[in-house]
């Protein structure tokens, strides 16, 4: 068995016992491999191995990455901060943009899916700790831009996401992530019908907190592939 697949057979038990212990069903979470700076024999292996989804954060890396067949066989997810002149090459390519957090990014997203005659999903990101150096939504503005979001029709937005601070004390995350479970049950029910299905949120150090607050989707790097290493 290849290191990947070990893994994410370890990560998957892991989650199932998250799920459990917090009265879950385990079939309800999906596990997207946040595979930024690994190349596409990595990819392959994670899919192999079985994996929801792939997420990439760079559209550049992204591209070149297609042209090698990386995420042949699994969805492929964009997760990283998008910029505005960046927003056509990843529109219809990849099935969800798990970050779409501002208002500017969702008329761009929704005036490129016009433009291919699609229908893009994405998920909101919440800045849930109100961070400078971190894109997404404010809490307070969330709301507000949820409900604007359902006038674009060429967006069906289907979740939140959110990265929260850096952890500082084991737990830290916790209060976080409960706050967003909160948001995202609120706003589906009252604007989308109940009809919400992704809370994206829990990485390598903290997804079994994800878990316990809700999370349906976690997005997993080091713990699946490996300490990334930074030039
Ligand atoms: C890198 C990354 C992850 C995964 O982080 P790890 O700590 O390596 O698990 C998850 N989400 C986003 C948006 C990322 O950029």
Same mark, same amino acid.
């Given at each position: ?31 997207? $491999? ?45 997760? $990283? ?23 500017? =990014? ?17 998920? =909101? ?73 992704? =809370? ?32």
């Amino acid at each position: 068995m290849s290191t990947i697949e070990e893994n994410i057979r370890s990560i998957r038990s892991r989650m199932a016992a998250a799920a459990e212990k917090a009265g879950r069903d385990p079939g309800d979470i999906l596990l997207v $491999g946040a595979s930024k700076m690994n190349d596409a024999a990595a990819c392959q292996a994670a899919i192999q191995a079985g994996i929801d989804a792939l997420g990439e954060n760079r559209v550049q890396e992204m591209t070149a990455k297609l042209q090698e067949h990386a995420y042949d066989g699994a969805p492929l997810h964009f997760i $990283g901060h998008l910029q505005r002149n960046k927003v056509r090459q990843v529109v219809g390519v990849v099935s969800l943009i798990q970050s779409a957090g501002s208002w500017e =990014l969702l008329e761009e997203i929704e005036r490129q899916a016009e433009k291919k005659d699609l229908t893009q999903e994405v998920l =909101l990101e919440v800045n849930i700790g109100g961070e400078e150096s971190k894109s997404g939504f404010a809490p307070q503005d969330l709301y507000e831009a949820a409900e604007k979001a359902r006038d674009l029709s060429h967006i069906r937005v289907r979740g939140l996401m959110t990265i929260p601070p850096v952890e500082q004390v084991p737990h830290g995350n916790l209060p976080y992530f409960v706050e967003v479970s909160r948001l995202y049950v609120d706003i589906s029910r009252k604007l989308y019908d109940n009809s919400f299905a992704y =809370l994206s949120m829990g990485m390598s150090d903290d997804f079994e907190d994800a878990i316990a607050a809700g999370a349906t989707m976690v997005r997993v790097g080091s713990a699946i592939f490996g300490r990334r290493h930074y030039q």
